[in-house]
């Protein structure tokens, strides 16, 4: 899958269940988990 392939199914996934600011935040973290370190990545997670 390409980049483009991921971003349209996490947002066909996703676009229902956050508004479009949340949804931009959250593909953009989960897109650079790779920076973080696990506990931080499950942290990031938790809603609040």
């Known amino acids: 899958m390409t980049m ?3 971003e349209n199914k ?3 996934l ?3 269940k956050f508004n479009s600011v949340q949804l931009k935040e ?3 973290f989960i897109f650079s ?3 973080y370190s696990a506990r ?3 942290n990031k997670l ?3």
């Open 4 to 6: 483009e392939d991921l």
């Open 10 to 12: 996490f947002n066909s």
């Open 14 to 16: 996703a676009s229902d």
């Open 26 to 28: 959250l593909k953009e």
């Open 33 to 35: 988990c790779d920076e």
């Open 40 to 42: 931080d990545f499950m």
């Open 46 to 48: 938790i809603i609040k």
